[in-house]
C-alpha cells in the first residue's frame, strides 16, 4: 500500500485527492476554486481533445471561437436560461487600472456602460451571431464545436471535478426541422457515449433527463451518466435540445423552402475536465493513479536496474534492443537527439496519438523509485531489466491492473504482443468498472425501499417514476439523491411498473443515485 495515498475505504474524498498530487496532475491556483493543471493533467485533456475532435469532424462538425466576455443584457433574452445561472455568473462591471492617490496601491478605473458576464456557456453569444450568419434555408445546418474555458463561480470546489473555471467543449447547431435537432441531439449523445466506453474505458448510461433536471432553456436534455468507486453518480457529458427556444430569443430565423419566414431549431452539447475526474475516479486504486492505454500519454516505462559501469552499459544495450523492437528508427534516431527532461530517453509510439515508451536513465533515483513512480503515474506497462535479464535475454513485466509480475524473452516482444497487451488492459479495465456498476445497481418497488436502499446501500436505484417535480426535490431534501436519467424510451424496452410515488401503472423507469 502506496505510504502517500489514503486508501479508498478510509477516506475516498482524501484519496482521490491523494491520487492527484501523487500523479502530478493539478495544483490549487491562487484564485478562489481555480485549479492550475500540470503537464501530467494537461496531457489527459489533450488526449481527450484529440480523440473527440475526431468524432466530431467524422459527424461533420467544425471549429470555431466566440467570445469569453458577454453582453449581461444577451442572458436577459433567454427567462429560463438566465434562472439557471445567473447565482453563477462572474460580471465585468469596470476595465483599467491606477495608482491611488497615495502611489502605493491599485484602483479600478473606469466603469463599463454594460456589463459582462464571464462565459458559463455560450448559448447566447453564439444565438446572435447564427442571427446574423443564417439567412435561407440552404445556410443550414450550422454545425460548430467550440474549444473554450468558462467560469461558474462555485462555492464548493474539488480539482477536476467542480471548479470556478475549467475547460471544455461546447457545440452549438441550428438546423431546418424539429426532426434534425433531434436526430442530432441523439447523434451527440451516442458520440460520447462511445467515446466513455471506448476511449476511456468508462461505462455509462445514457438517457433523458427529468423536466427538473433539465439544461436551462432546452426542451430535452440527454445525459451520459457514470457510476464511480463510491457508488456515487457522475455526469460525463449532456446533449441538448433546445427546440426554437434560443432562435426565437436572439431571431434565428431563415427562409424556408416555401418562401416563409420560420425560426430554426437548436442543440447544444458539452463535456468538460471533470471527464479527468471521472477517469480518476472510475479506475484508480490504493496504490495510485491507473490509466486506460488509449488516453495514456505514457504506455510503458523501461526501468533499467544496475550496480556499476559494466553492468550499466549491457543493461542499457538490453533496453535499447527493447526499444528497437516495439518503436520505429526514425522515432529512436529523433529521441537520441534530444534527451528529456531529468535524463528520461522518450520514444514516440505513435506519432498521432503522440503516445511515448520512456527509458528512466535517471541516476539520481533508485530503481525501487522509478518503479513507485510509474505505478502512481498510472502507466500501463513497466519493463523492469537487471544485468541477469540482459545476460539471459529476457526481461521482466508489471502492469498496472495487477500485482503480478512475468519473466519473458525479449524475442517474444514485438508490437503485436505490445498492442494486444494494451488493448487487453484497455478492455480489463472496462470490465471491471462495468462490473462495479453492475454490483452496486438496486431496484426498489416503493418509496420505502428507494429510501433504504440509498442509506444502507448506495449506488444506482432503479425505480418507476411519473413525472413529478415536488417527489424529486422530496427526495433530494431527504436522502441527496437525484434522478440521474431516464431509462426509457432511449432503450426502447416494454417494461412498466407501479410509480413509486402514486402506485399507479408506469411506464417510465428512472435512475436514482447520490453525485457529484
Known amino acids: 500500500m502506496a ?13 482521490y485527492q491523494d491520487v492527484i498530487k501523487a500523479a502530478d496532475l493539478a495544483d490549487q491556483a491562487p484564485v478562489r476554486g481555480c485549479m492550475v493543471i500540470k503537464p501530467a493533467g494537461f496531457a489527459l485533456w489533450e488526449g481527450i481533445q484529440r480523440d473527440l475532435d475526431r468524432r466530431f469532424k467524422e459527424t461533420g462538425h467544425i471549429n470555431a471561437y466566440f467570445p469569453l466576455l458577454i453582453p449581461v443584457s444577451f442572458l436577459a433574452k433567454e427567462a429560463k436560461h438566465i434562472e439557471g445561472f445567473a ?6 462591471t469596470h476595465s483599467g487600472l491606477a495608482k491611488n492617490e497615495k502611489g502605493d496601491d491599485l484602483v479600478v478605473k473606469n466603469e463599463l456602460e454594460e456589463p459582462f458576464v464571464v462565459r458559463p456557456t455560450s448559448e447566447t453569444v453564439i444565438g ?22 468558462v467560469m461558474r463561480w462555485e462555492m464548493r470546489t474539488r480539482i477536476f471535478l467542480r471548479t470556478s473555471e475549467f475547460l471544455w467543449q461546447e457545440g452549438h447547431t441550428v438546423h431546418e426541422t424539429a426532426e434534425e435537432a433531434q436526430e442530432e441531439t441523439l447523434r451527440m449523445l451516442d458520440v460520447y457515449k462511445s ?6 474505458a468508462t461505462p455509462v448510461l445514457a438517457g433523458e433527463k427529468t423536466r427538473r433536471e433539465r439544461f436551462p432553456g432546452a426542451n ?19 446533449s441538448h435540445n433546445l427546440g426554437q427556444n434560443f432562435s426565437k430569443a436572439f431571431n434565428v430565423s431563415f427562409e424556408g423552402r416555401d418562401q416563409k419566414r420560420e425560426f430554426a431549431y437548436g442543440t447544444s452539447w458539452g463535456v468538460s475536465t471533470r ?9 484508480s486504486d490504493d496504490e495510485g493513479l491507473i490509466l486506460p492505454p488509449r488516453i495514456a500519454p505514457t504506455l510503458a516505462a523501461i526501468v533499467p536496474i544496475w550496480k556499476n559501469d559494466d553492468e550499466r552499459a549491457k543493461v542499457i544495450a538490453h533496453c535499447n534492443r527493447l526499444l528497437a523492437k516495439l518503436c520505429d528508427d526514425a522515432e529512436l534516431e529523433a529521441a537520441r537527439n534530444h534527451l528529456g527532461q531529468r535524463n528520461l530517453f522518450t520514444v514516440f509510439y505513435d506519432n498521432a496519438t503522440s503516445q511515448s515508451i520512456t527509458l528512466d536513465l535517471r541516476d539520481a533515483m533508485r530503481p525501487g523509485e522509478k518503479h513507485f513512480h510509474w505505478e502512481q503515474r498510472g502507466v500501463p506497462i513497466r ?19 495487477g500485482a503480478e509480475k512475468e519473466i519473458l524473452d525479449l524475442g517474444a516482444i ?103
Open 3 to 15: 505510504k502517500n495515498i489514503t486508501t479508498r475505504a478510509a477516506d475516498y474524498s482524501k484519496w
Open 87 to 92: 447565482m453563477e455568473c462572474a460580471v465585468v
Open 128 to 149: 446572435h451571431m447564427y442571427a446574423q450568419w443564417v439567412q435561407s434555408w440552404r445556410d443550414l445546418p450550422i454545425l460548430i464545436n467550440q474549444w473554450a474555458n
Open 195 to 200: 467515446f466513455s466506453e471506448d476511449f476511456l
Open 220 to 238: 430535452h436534455t440527454y445525459t451520459i451518466e457514470a457510476m464511480m468507486q463510491d457508488g456515487k453518480a457522475l455526469q460525463n457529458g449532456t
Open 275 to 283: 471527464l479527468i475526474g471521472a477517469l480518476i475516479m472510475t479506475h
Open 383 to 401: 519493463f523492469e531489466i537487471g544485468p541477469r535479464d540482459a545476460d539471459s535475454g529476457k526481461l521482466v513485466v508489471k502492469y498496472r491492473t
Open 414 to 516: 514485438t508490437r503485436d504482443w505490445f498492442d494486444a497487451k494494451l488493448n487487453g488492459i484497455q478492455n480489463e479495465l472496462y470490465e471491471r468498472a462495468l462490473k462495479y456498476r453492475e454490483a452496486n445497481t438496486h431496484v426498489a418497488a416503493t418509496k420505502d425501499e428507494l429510501y433504504k436502499t440509498l442509506e444502507t446501500k448506495g449506488g444506482f436505484v432503479r425505480a418507476f417514476l411519473a413525472e413529478d417535480d415536488a417527489f424529486e426535490e422530496k427526495v433530494k431534501a431527504d436522502t441527496k439523491a437525484t434522478v440521474r436519467l431516464i431509462y426509457q424510451p432511449r432503450d426502447m424496452r416494454a417494461k412498466s411498473g407501479k410509480c413509486i410515488a402514486s402506485g399507479k401503472d408506469c411506464e417510465r423507469e428512472v435512475v436514482f443515485a447520490v453525485s457529484y
